[in-house]
């Protein structure tokens, strides 16, 4: 038999073999990353006592929901295509929206002095004058005055620097929590629920 007719019928028939041995490893790799997000999030609802509602496909990934001490709470994810990525590329990002009743008119907007951070915030910026917190964080929103005076408290300044990472903002009638990455450790989870019940708080204070 000709060798080349050889290796071609081998070829044909190694090909399908390793494609499946491809595909079978990319769908374990993510489907051990989804559970693990799922075990991690099934444990911040026991101890939150929120609701943890399962991923309706083995691929998919689960969100909470439920009441943190008097407000509506949900975490889920979304997905997003990288900008210019020419192999249509994409990551995941985790959001925390809170419920709370925002002043009329009033926005505010405090994330991290980094390029992702500060991607689509309009506004210009309004610096507290307090050096530490500035040096961090951009604060933005509507009046100036109205960042300033929710701002003034040290207490809710210490609450925001001590949290390993912050990206908050309003919208409609509650607050949001947004970081790259889905979040897996539990205690910085209820870290988190706990900072936005306090941001929420000192809003409607305000």
Aim: aromatic share 12%; with cysteine.
């Amino acid at each position: 038999m000709d060798p080349i007719f050889l290796s071609i019928i081998c070829w044909f028939c190694i090909f399908p073999i390793l494609f499946l041995l491809f595909f079978g490893t990319v769908i374990y790799i993510l489907y051990r990353d989804r559970r693990k997000h799922a075990d991690a999030w099934h444990e911040a609802a026991r101890r939150a006592g929120l609701t943890f509602n399962e991923p309706k496909w083995i691929l998919g990934r689960p969100t909470l929901s439920g009441d943190w001490h008097g407000r509506a709470l949900r975490v889920y994810t979304v997905t997003r295509g990288v900008p210019g990525s020419a192999m249509g590329g994409s990551t995941s990002y985790m959001r925390i929206e809170m419920a709370a009743r925002l002043p009329e008119g009033r926005l505010i907007s405090i994330s991290e002095r980094d390029f992702l951070s500060q991607l689509g915030r309009p506004g210009e910026e309004t610096r507290i004058g307090n050096a530490e917190f500035d040096q961090r964080f951009v604060a933005r929103g509507e009046p100036p005055e109205f960042v300033r005076g929710l701002l003034a408290s040290s207490g809710l300044r210490r609450m925001l620097l001590q949290a390993r990472y912050v990206n908050i903002e309003t919208a409609e009638e509650k607050i949001r929590y947004s970081q790259l990455n889905i979040e897996t450790d539990v205690e910085t989870m209820l870290s988190l629920f706990a900072l936005l019940f306090d941001v929420a708080e000192a809003i409607e204070r305000a």
